[in-house]
């Protein structure tokens, strides 16, 4: 399938950036008429850009040389290569686009990485099989990069040698990247802090602390209703 709709000034209210064509999850979306919102979306320059990519308000502007082609297979391969992982787009491109398209994409090149990733989204996150072969034995590959993301206990698909480590299921995903400011928090390493501080404080004092704080949270949660009611009920 090649992407051959006309491209407007606009995506999602988002002007496009001048002389750039848009690319990855924005191309397919515009390309498919998807209603998805593409949060971070991305566009390819037709000229040189300094240090390869720049953002332009909420555009990333990737330089002319990583126009990927013009096939649904190439834009999904930007996308797995060069986009933060935005899974509810992906799932309504994989329900928009005919099942073909995808095991076309599959067959000739089942051992490559972005391919398997690309796979096993496809048949996790619509339900639906694929009619391919399993994948030849091949080093298994993260579903997301450990060092970008946040992520959880890998579970390997033999099918296609892809270790699964998201956070959450094909129905429900949350996606943590691992920015700065959280990355920050970690180095304070607050739950040993806090088991520390518990440890060093007596039982009777941690006790009095937890209940001085479940009876202002009463309080408050009376005050939303509009409701003042005596102490006793209160501390009951």
Known sequence: ??????QKGTLQEQ???QRARLVGAAGLVHELAIAAPVRRPSCVADQHVSGSRRREGAWTV???RYWPGDE???HLAFVLKHEDADFLALKRIFEAVPRTEVEALVRPA???IHVRRAWYLYEV???RTLDVEDAPRVAAVDLLDPKVYFTGKPRLSKRHRVRDNL???GRFNPVIRRTPALEQVLALVLAGRARDT???TGGQLIARAASFMLLADSRASFQIEGERPPRNRLER
């Open 167 to 169: 956070l959450g299921t």
């Open 198 to 200: 518990v440890g060093r």
């Open 62 to 64: 990737f330089d002319k």
């Open 125 to 127: 996150l619509t339900g």
């Open 110 to 112: 089942p051992t490559a």
């Open 1 to 6: 399938m090649r992407l051959q709709r006309p």
């Open 15 to 17: 002007i496009i950036p």
């Open 72 to 74: 649904f297979g190439d």
